[in-house]
């Protein structure tokens, strides 16, 4: 990594208020720009998040917000509408008010003397997202976009839904998160010592949590098309550079986005790596030189320079080299292709069928089929990934191909088209890719699910009839791997896969049949290729954050079993930084921990709980301390949701909130 401390213009920051058109409400941000700037105009970069600019992200800004001004732009970190130092209250993920404001700071920032006019938005996951919706409302001054780790498509591919299941792991996990990061209060130092206390009490008073309302609509309905630009591509005026990860969930928007955005407005970019961005050099890398990359978008689509960003292929992804099965890699193996179209007509479908049985095989999984899944959102973290999946492939039925005989390149979405009939109206299907070493080894490729309530679309639930025979086809999630010769290529099925799907109500099972089943890999062709290179990871210096070092590290990922009850708890330490001291004396303190429960034979034995403590304190008058617990469980007929937070400011109880909610499984 190298960072810089130089560069050709030099650097101020500032912390301003931006009104909104309610008239009442400002939003806090934080400009970093040229000292020159109004004598001599930059276009803005806007970065738009409820993450904390004062704290949660401070590290995070401070590597690229300075170096975007240092080479001519006006780089701005604003707080979203009721978190961190804005005025208002909080409210749910995305919503009108949300992007309303975005527009309304994009004008604003359009309208300011230092600013030519011309503003772009980038962000990772969240502030991908709102980039992606902000530019489908298409205010004028927005020119570009680079959205990173985000999804086009709210209800399928984010942390509700999967398949049209419901995503146990993150629907709680991040339900919980959000309701702890939502009690936050504001900084005394930028809001001022008499206002914080009464601003964080309108916040707290005003908190539901998010799990209400995401149980609440369980099939695709106009809630999850608000906010999903793959509703309407056409509503996107901004040249969009779209950048993921192969070991994040999102990854299959940057397809989905090269696909169906014009070629002349629209690059892609999928590397190794995990829900970071890819210049920070956490594993698996390796990292590139992102924020100048970045900067060949902006000047090309701000500046009006030919940068040549535009005459790279439409798609540059990673090829990762075949790897033994582990938690972590530092650095994958592999090499950059590039495709001037997608689908690219370097790819092409081969299908094989599952085997040449025509008589069923019978899919019974235990319950919890799925603790070897990895995390949901991998950061980087030495549990992340996948481990062997030996284990989980004992706890599934599996289809082997015969050793290969020579490497087949993946590159895209798999597809599996399974024959099968339920034994009860309600269940899943899961399928995971796995490449086979001779040893016996087993390396999660990809994999996908489907609620087969919604296997005639994700708008309805349609119970199954047993003992009627279907072809039920379903994606997994998109990669790019080579499987090299002597290994085999492995399909793996299972009805269950906990935590990541909640079970339905009732055991079910599953017969499938193999020799009219058949996985379809998206093979691409090996020749000659364009070299594609990166510059090597560059930051302005980091900001100087003391991180503390645990005094009794605990496991990031724990798994236990009692024998005797036939349960089976994975306990999960999200790992989100930990706590730490800023150079202004800000003490910001974090711990959290996820547990998910349930028993081998019973599906409503599913238990997930989420619990938070946060503090932040500084000198004597600034105390504030947040305890949340979220409890997600179910019946054969509701989900059960209980939530409660505690909030204390220098020792005093400041608000309690506790919610018990019930609703019905419609297709969860």
Same mark, same amino acid.
């Given at each position: 990594?190298?960072?810089?401390?130089?560069?050709? @213009? @030099?650097?101020?920051?500032?912390?301003?208020?931006?009104?909104?058109?309610?008239?009442?409400?400002?939003?806090?941000?934080?400009?970093?720009?040229?000292?020159?700037?109004?004598?001599?105009?930059?276009?803005?970069?806007?970065?738009?998040?409820?993450?904390?600019?004062?704290?949660?992200?401070?590290?995070?800004?401070?590597?690229?917000?300075?170096?975007?001004?240092?080479?001519?732009?006006?780089?701005?970190?604003?707080?979203?509408?009721?978190?961190?130092?804005?005025?208002?209250?909080?409210?749910?993920?995305?919503? =009108?008010?949300?992007?309303?404001?975005?527009?309304?700071?994009?004008?604003?920032?359009?309208?300011?003397?230092?600013?030519?006019?011309?503003?772009?938005?980038?962000?990772?996951? +969240?502030?991908?997202?709102? $980039?992606?919706?902000? =530019?489908?409302?298409?205010?004028?001054?927005?020119?570009?976009?680079?959205?990173?780790?985000?999804?086009?498509?709210?209800?399928?591919?984010?942390?509700?839904?999967?398949?049209?299941?419901?995503?146990?792991?993150?629907?709680?996990?991040?339900?919980?998160?959000?309701?702890?990061?939502? =009690?936050?209060?504001?900084?005394?130092?930028?809001?001022?010592?008499?206002?914080?206390?009464?601003?964080?009490?309108?916040?707290?008073?005003?908190?539901?949590?998010?799990?209400?309302?995401?149980?609440?609509?369980?099939?695709?309905?106009?809630?999850?098309?608000?906010?999903?630009?793959?509703?309407?591509?056409?509503?996107?005026?901004?040249?969009?550079?779209?950048?993921?990860?192969?070991?994040?969930?999102?990854?299959?928007?940057?397809? @989905?986005?090269?696909?169906?955005?014009?070629?002349?407005?629209?690059?892609?970019?999928?590397?190794?790596?995990?829900?970071?961005?890819?210049?920070?050099?956490?594993?698996?890398?390796?990292?590139?030189?992102?924020?100048?990359?970045?900067?060949?978008?902006?000047?090309?689509?701000?500046?009006?320079?030919?940068?040549?960003?535009?005459?790279?292929?439409?798609?540059?992804?990673?090829?990762?080299?075949?790897?033994?099965?582990?938690?972590?890699?530092?650095?994958?193996?592999?090499?950059?292709?590039?495709?001037?179209?997608?689908? $690219?007509?370097?790819?092409?479908?081969?299908?094989?069928?599952?085997?040449?049985?025509?008589?069923?095989?019978?899919?019974?999984?235990?319950?919890?089929?799925?603790?070897?899944?990895?995390?949901?959102?991998?950061?980087?973290?030495?549990?992340?990934?996948?481990?062997?999946?030996?284990?989980?492939?004992?706890?599934?039925? /599996?289809?082997?191909?015969?050793?290969?005989?020579?490497?087949?390149?993946?590159?895209?979405?798999?597809?599996?088209?399974?024959?099968?009939?339920?034994?009860?109206?309600?269940?899943?299907?899961?399928?995971?890719? /796995?490449?086979?070493?001779?040893?016996?080894?087993?390396?999660?490729?990809?994999? !996908?699910?489907?609620?087969?309530?919604?296997?005639? !679309?994700?708008?309805?639930?349609?119970? +199954?009839?047993?003992?009627?025979?279907?072809?039920?086809?379903?994606?997994?999630?998109?990669?790019?791997?080579?499987?090299?010769?002597?290994?085999?290529?492995?399909?793996?099925?299972?009805?269950?896969? #906990?935590?990541?799907? #909640?079970? %339905?109500?009732?055991?079910?099972?599953?017969?499938?049949?193999?020799?009219?089943?058949?996985?379809?890999?998206?093979?691409?062709?090996?020749?000659?290729?364009?070299?594609?290179?990166?510059?090597?990871?560059?930051?302005?210096?980091?900001?100087?954050?003391?991180?503390?070092?645990?005094?009794?590290?605990?496991?990031?990922?724990?798994?236990?079993?009692?024998?005797?009850?036939?349960?089976?708890?994975?306990?999960?330490?999200?790992?989100?930084?930990?706590?730490?001291?800023?150079?202004?004396?800000?003490?910001?303190?974090?711990?959290?921990?996820?547990?998910?429960?349930?028993?081998?034979?019973?599906?409503?034995?599913?238990?997930?709980?989420?619990? #938070?403590?946060?503090?932040?304190?500084?000198?004597?008058?600034?105390?504030?301390?947040?305890?949340?617990?979220?409890?997600?469980?179910?019946?054969?007929?509701?989900?059960?949701?209980?939530?409660?937070?505690?909030?204390?400011?220098? !020792?005093?109880?400041?608000?309690?909130?506790?919610? %018990?909610?019930?609703?019905?499984?419609?297709?969860?």
């Amino acid at each position: 990594m190298k960072y810089r401390e130089q560069f050709e @213009r @030099r650097v101020v920051r500032e912390d301003v208020w931006i009104p909104t058109r309610d008239g009442r409400t400002r939003l806090h941000a934080r400009i970093w720009r040229p000292d020159d700037a109004e004598s001599d105009p930059v276009p803005a970069l806007l970065e738009y998040l409820p993450y904390r600019k004062s704290d949660w992200t401070a590290p995070r800004d401070a590597q690229r917000h300075p170096w975007y001004a240092g080479h001519g732009y006006a780089s701005v970190r604003v707080d979203i509408r009721g978190h961190g130092d804005s005025e208002g209250l909080p409210g749910d993920e995305y919503d =009108a008010q949300e992007l309303a404001d975005g527009v309304d700071i994009v004008n604003w920032l359009a309208a300011q003397p230092w600013c030519t006019g011309r503003v772009g938005m980038f962000g990772i996951s +969240w502030g991908g997202f709102n $980039s992606l919706q902000i =530019a489908a409302l298409a205010p004028e001054p927005l020119k570009a976009i680079v959205t990173v780790c985000s999804t086009d498509d709210r209800y399928d591919n984010d942390v509700h839904y999967t398949g049209g299941a419901v995503l146990g792991i993150d629907m709680l996990a991040w339900a919980g998160t959000m309701l702890a990061f939502a =009690a936050r209060p504001p900084d005394p130092a930028s809001v001022g010592a008499d206002r914080w206390l009464p601003m964080w009490r309108e916040r707290l008073d005003a908190l539901e949590p998010f799990l209400h309302t995401w149980l609440d609509h369980q099939q695709r309905d106009d809630y999850w098309k608000h906010g999903s630009v793959c509703e309407d591509y056409t509503a996107i005026d901004a040249a969009v550079l779209a950048v993921g990860g192969w070991n994040d969930p999102y990854r299959d928007t940057v397809l @989905r986005l090269v696909e169906h955005l014009p070629g002349d407005r629209v690059r892609g970019i999928v590397g190794p790596w995990s829900h970071q961005y890819p210049d920070r050099g956490l594993p698996p890398g390796p990292a590139i030189g992102f924020l100048q990359e970045t900067l060949r978008w902006w000047d090309q689509h701000l500046k009006d320079i030919d940068t040549g960003v535009m005459g790279e292929p439409l798609l540059r992804a990673w090829i990762t080299d075949p790897v033994p099965p582990a938690t972590s890699y530092d650095v994958l193996p592999g090499r950059w292709v590039g495709d001037a179209k997608w689908p $690219s007509p370097t790819v092409s479908w081969d299908t094989r069928p599952l085997g040449t049985s025509t008589g069923p095989v019978l899919v019974r999984s235990p319950q919890h089929t799925g603790l070897d899944a990895g995390r949901f959102f991998p950061f980087g973290n030495a549990s992340d990934l996948p481990p062997d999946q030996r284990e989980e492939d004992g706890r599934s039925v /599996c289809f082997d191909s015969e050793p290969l005989t020579e490497r087949v390149e993946i590159l895209g979405r798999p597809r599996v088209r399974l024959r099968l009939d339920s034994a009860t109206p309600r269940a899943h299907v899961v399928a995971r890719l /796995c490449d086979v070493a001779p040893d016996g080894s087993s390396t999660l490729v990809t994999r !996908g699910a489907l609620n087969l309530l919604s296997r005639h !679309g994700r708008d309805r639930a349609v119970e +199954w009839t047993p003992g009627t025979y279907e072809d039920v086809e379903f994606e997994l999630t998109g990669i790019g791997y080579a499987i090299p010769p002597g290994h085999r290529i492995r399909v793996a099925v299972s009805d269950t896969y #906990w935590p990541w799907v #909640w079970p %339905h109500g009732e055991r079910g099972e599953l017969r499938i049949v193999p020799a009219e089943s058949v996985v379809q890999l998206p093979v691409r062709e090996r020749g000659s290729e364009p070299p594609i290179r990166f510059e090597e990871p560059e930051q302005a210096v980091p900001l100087d954050v003391a991180y503390d070092r645990p005094a009794e590290p605990t496991p990031e990922r724990l798994v236990t079993h009692d024998v005797a009850k036939g349960e089976w708890t994975l306990e999960v330490d999200p790992n989100y930084g930990g706590s730490r001291t800023y150079p202004d004396g800000l003490r910001y303190e974090e711990s959290a921990r996820e547990t998910y429960r349930i028993r081998s034979d019973d599906p409503l034995s599913a238990h997930a709980v989420s619990e #938070w403590r946060i503090r932040l304190r500084r000198g004597d008058d600034y105390d504030a301390e947040i305890m949340a617990r979220t409890e997600l469980r179910a019946t054969a007929a509701d989900f059960v949701m209980d939530s409660r937070v505690e909030a204390r400011a220098n !020792g005093e109880t400041v608000a309690k909130r506790a919610w %018990h909610r019930t609703t019905p499984r419609t297709s969860g």
